[in-house]
């Protein structure tokens, strides 16, 4: 049956502040990198890009691996990516658990034909090295996955002393590192991490559509080791290699100008240096809580363990959900994000991740929250929430 | 190991004329659309957006489905989400393979688990009905698989006849139509298909990065009946589908500016109208293949059963492959694909797809093919072949 075609107008994007889970406020250089003409993907100019956005993920993965490229989706396909290629049927895989991304860490291992076992923490809470050590004495896992940054909870967990643990029991360390990447350190060879994934939409500030990832040579070894093919086509590492390496021989049609928007994203992150955009994060996050606090947020993670691009709070008994996020996106243009799994109507999500962690964005927010807190009655007074945020930023 | 972070340049990509088999070249308009400021993806004006998407999808493949949306990933993601929600271990699957994407679907669908027959055909040429209705009976696969154009080949598979006979034997039938779509009349809903998927970057006319899928009700009702899950966890539609329904359901971030260029370009299209842009095609292949045979090439699929926007042609023997497409790209700007598989080497992929599918495309090709063919005495008179083109442009 054929339609008739009714005409569809144009669209034209509104300018909003991105303050949700990602993706974040994308700057006019990266767009424009986005929009320049499209080349074929054996072009001799993408091949270059290509060699150019590889070295520059390595700087920021602080890593020395070879295998270290963007795969063709968004974070989640950088998780089914590192899970697939590891894991053959019938193989032991450990996921920790404590948020919506380890829960499909789990998910995704056992579509793929693991033997799944978990542990779990509260949301909110993290692992410590030891509960690792007795889940791995327990299970033997080829495969351990975690995330570093539960973007779900707001839980920032130390990476540093697993590996470790890990592979004195044989095993391979898989690494989720979405929200992290770019907005606090992620030392991949420091930290004997074997698979870190990545996506563009959060500290990289990059449209969402890519997905940074990286193998160690141990975890290369353990995919040439393979009996059985990778369950996955699309994201069978071995023949991705072979067009990201120097065979460049065709796969799939790599989204080109993604890789554009990716490759400047990264050159400005190092431009302005991995250290500084980190403490850009801290310096910003430090503010935002105070505000948050004096407006009467808790956070959802643990004091101690709280990721600085991502802040998961309680919402206040007296604010209403829906209606407040709606009054955010619509007088202010500002989005933060709802919550997500068991923490659905009870948390918010304010992501001040890459180029939307500045100072005028934390001050916006926090002011159009005092207004919104004021006007339905939930605070008496308006500014004081601003005029502390604005102390860090003068006192650090 | 913290490596020193060198400057990078930024990019500039050169302006190409795209005649290979994808990306084509994609309007300054598409560009834009795709530049536009990014948003998040449960914002109220992206979720008009994608309705807007699917319901101009559904025009462009025929189709009332209302499991019709775009994949967060290249045509290749499309295969493997049409393929993987079909198949559960164990399957019986009929694959015709006479190019590299019918492999390719064997491939997709082994990896699922399906117990995979195939029928092939010499490269180049086409399966008849009664080639398909004997390997029915003798296979009675659950899953038929066929590609609609080739793009290793440049051969046009018909379809319309396929599906009456797979769906007497019980099954259900999978369409590529990464090539074809806007290119040349699918039909969908008339033709019976089951699933069909597409990619952007070839008659659409968009950068790569998504891939236009449509499900029939015998198809949802078949995933809806699956008694195992489906082993990709990124492309389960029946999670994908709860986003781009009512529910809108978080799965994954999608791919927000990609989804923006789509819009535009499937508006583009409407705008046009399917029927003139499938005449348009069909122009500029009789003229391109006038002055190509003039020049001494035979094309490599049966004369019948030729695609108007892939053009596989058979190389003279004077001509030197690589040498020649790289003065192309160099001198000309113009950008064609060689071989791929068993042609590798043997033919060119000559692509008029999308808004590649103009007659200065054309002539500007075939004019720099004469220069370099008179510059490599491999003909003595340059302007023969532009002027039979052109003829085909006077006299239709």
Redesign the interface.
């Known amino acids: ?3 008739t ?1 009714t ?2 107008p ?7 502040i ?1 303050m ?1 889970p ?2 974040s ?2 700057p006019q ?1 990266i ?11 054996l ?4 091949l270059q ?1 290509m060699d ?1 956005l590889q ?2 993920l ?2 920021v993965f ?3 691996n070879e295998l270290t490229f963007a795969v ?6 950088g ?2 990516t590192a899970v697939v290629n590891l894991v053959e049927p019938g193989d032991s895989v450990l996921i920790c658990v404590n948020g919506v991304f380890g829960s ?1 860490m789990a ?2 291992a ?3 034909g693991a033997v799944v076992n978990t542990i779990t923490k509260p949301w909110g809470q993290i692992f410590t090295t030891t509960e690792l050590k007795n889940a791995i004495v327990k299970f033997k896992p080829k495969i351990v996955g975690i995330v570093m940054a539960e973007t779900s909870t707001g839980a920032s967990q130390p990476i540093s002393a697993i590996a470790d643990v890990v592979h004195n029991a044989g095993g391979l360390l898989i690494v989720d590192a979405v929200t992290s990447l770019g907005g606090m350190n992620v ?1 991949v ?2 930290w004997g991490i074997d698979v870190v994934f990545s ?1 563009t ?1 959060k500290c990289l500030s990059c ?3 890519l997905a940074p990832i990286s193998f160690s040579p141990a975890a290369v070894a353990s995919i040439e080791r393979r009996a059985t ?7 069978d590492v071995s023949m991705i290699a072979n067009y990201w390496g120097e065979n460049r021989a ?9 890789t ?1 928007a990716l ?2 994203a ?2 400005l992150l ?2 302005e ?2 250290e500084a955009c980190y403490a850009r994060h801290a310096l910003n996050h430090r503010a935002l809580k105070r505000g948050l606090e004096i407006l009467g947020f808790t956070y959802a993670a643990d004091p101690e363990h709280q990721l600085p691009m991502l802040n998961a709070v309680n919402l206040p008994a007296a604010v209403d959900d829906a209606q407040m996020r709606l009054a955010l ?1 619509e007088q202010y243009k500002i ?1 933060i ?1 709802g919550g ?1 799994g068991e923490l659905k109507g009870k948390v918010w999500r304010i992501g001040i991740m890459g180029h939307s962690a500045k100072s005028e964005n934390v001050l916006s927010l926090l002011e159009a929250l005092e207004n919104l807190f004021v006007e339905n009655r939930i605070v008496c007074e308006s500014g004081v929430a601003c005029r502390a945020a604005n102390a860090v930023y003068l006192n650090g």
């Open positions: 049956m054929t339609k075609a005409p569809y144009p669209l034209h994007s509104p300018r909003r991105l949700g990602g993706p406020d994308v250089t767009l424009a990198a986005l929009a320049q003409p499209t080349v074929g993907h072009d001799p100019f993408y890009a150019g070295s520059m390595r700087h602080k890593t020395d063709s989706g968004t974070g989640s396909a998780m089914e499909r998910d995704v056992e579509r793929a030392e060879d420091q996506g939409q449209p969402p559509g093919k990778v369950s996955s086509w699309y994201f065709y796969h799939h049609t790599a989204p080109i100008n993604m554009f490759y400047e990264l050159r190092l431009a240096g991995l996106l989005e994000g997500l």
